[in-house]
């Protein structure tokens, strides 16, 4: 499976750690939007498309989504949100969507995700950078 077309948005006046978002299509045939670009303290890194989830259901263990009250697999009643799951920025909140299943694949969409990025900042006036105020 290859990249066939790789597309990013630089975030306009980044001053938190997301800089990014990204598209790509695999083979011509799928594409995978909502892919981030955020700055680590090891430098950019990718982070697969996600969803909020509130916790497991007690019955078959499927995840739901935040505030859903009844099981999206089983239809039983889900509990209140756990307590430390309340903060808006746990990561525990989050899934992946979509992601790559081998570390090298992951390495494959990174780098080219990055460059594509950094071919961009480079360029800002190429067609899908906005202004060249983008901080850094
Ligand atoms: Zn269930």
């Not at 990249?3 to 011509?28: C, H, M, Q, W, Y």
């Not at 303290?41 to 019955?59: Q, S, V």
Request: aromatic letters at 8%.
């Amino acid at each position: 499976m290859e990249i066939t077309e790789t597309r990013v948005s630089p975030v306009e006046k980044a001053t938190g750690r997301l800089k990014g978002f990204a598209s790509i299509t695999f083979d011509n045939v799928f594409v995978v939007r909502g892919i981030r670009i955020i700055e680590g303290d090891e430098g950019l890194f990718i982070a697969m498309p996600n969803r909020k989830t509130e916790h497991r259901c007690p019955a078959c263990s499927a995840w739901n989504v935040f505030h859903a009250r009844f099981c999206s697999r089983c239809g039983k009643e889900v509990a209140g949100v756990p307590e430390e799951n309340k903060k808006e920025d746990n990561a525990k909140n989050y899934h992946d969507i979509a992601h790559p299943v081998s570390n090298e694949f992951r390495e494959y969409i990174q780098t080219r995700v990055l460059e594509a990025y950094n071919t961009q900042l480079k360029n800002p006036t190429a067609p899908t950078a906005g202004s060249n105020s983008i901080a850094q």
